[in-house]
């Protein structure tokens, strides 16, 4: 009697205890696949007491080597707000910022967490509190490297904050002849961008000068022409934009849905607008960009 009445305990303990088990498993899930599904609202009462970019891009044209030197160093830590466009998210998570600088300014983002990443798009515009990381010159750039804290959606509208950005296109440039004579001069970079522009201030520069150019390019407005060199089955149109003799290599148009890129020809002439999404150098320079126009 006292074994039946001991295994009969035995079951039900057993039988409550995975009920347990079953029921904390099933929160568990639950809690573990909260995603965030769209961007916040950030409380900005706070971010006039933040440095900003144009603040320090000031600094950096107006103070000598060894006041820029103490500068940056007094800087680093301190919080920063930013508003601007993601031209370019790496495969890092590492953010790319355009129009939160003056222009010949590389400002990127680190630290943004996965699940902020899964709804952030290049082309996006945002705003943001971070923590500098550095800031330092790089030829004749200032690259700011920010630890991103919070991002949230862009308060002021497209047109005003690309508006900005062009305003303060005056730079100081560093031109570098047979690799001993510095020359400065004042250049003045265009609203928009050709083929031809970019690829004669690439046969001015060395190859780091060129490196850093090319990411300051990303997300600039950019306008071509030129005849159909092949259309790709993804609707990827190739055109020959660069005007000269081995003047550069493919140029390359995204985004052209695919009943109206079948329509084109091989050898025709085609002129459109768009976005520069990425330039580089292999053998030859390259251009792709996100194409807005097309005729």
Known sequence: MNRKWFAALA?????????????????????????????????????????????????????????????????????????GKISKIDSDGHMLITYACPS????????????????????????????????????????????????????????????VEKEQTEATIESFFFGTAIVEETQTEPDVYTCDYINDQR?????????????SLVGKPIEYEGEITEVYEDGRIQIDACSGILSGGPFVIYGTPID??????????????????????????YIHVYGETLE
């Open 203 to 215: 046969k001015k520069m060395t190859e780091l000068q060129w490196e850093e150019y090319t990411k």
């Open 11 to 83: 079951v039900l303990f057993l039988v409550v205890a995975a009920c347990v088990c079953e029921s904390s498993g099933g929160e568990i899930s639950n809690k573990a696949t909260e995603v965030i599904e769209e961007l916040p609202t950030l409380d900005i009462s706070s971010m006039g007491n933040m440095l900003d970019c144009a603040e320090i891009k000031e600094q950096f044209d107006t103070l000598s080597d060894s006041e820029w030197e103490n500068y940056s160093r007094s800087i680093t830590g301190q919080r920063i707000g930013y508003e």
């Open 260 to 285: 109206v890129a079948i329509e084109f020809q091989k050898n025709q002439f085609i002129k459109g607008k768009g976005t520069i999404k990425e330039v580089g150098t292999f053998i030859f320079m």
């Open 104 to 163: 010949i300014t590389v400002f990127t983002i680190y630290g943004t967490p996965n699940d902020v990443l899964s709804i952030l798009t290049e082309g996006q515009f945002i705003m943001g509190i971070g923590t500098i990381r550095k800031a330092e010159p790089f030829l004749s750039y200032l690259r700011i490297e920010v630890d991103g804290e919070k991002v949230g959606k862009a308060i002021h509208s497209e047109a005003e904050i690309v508006g």
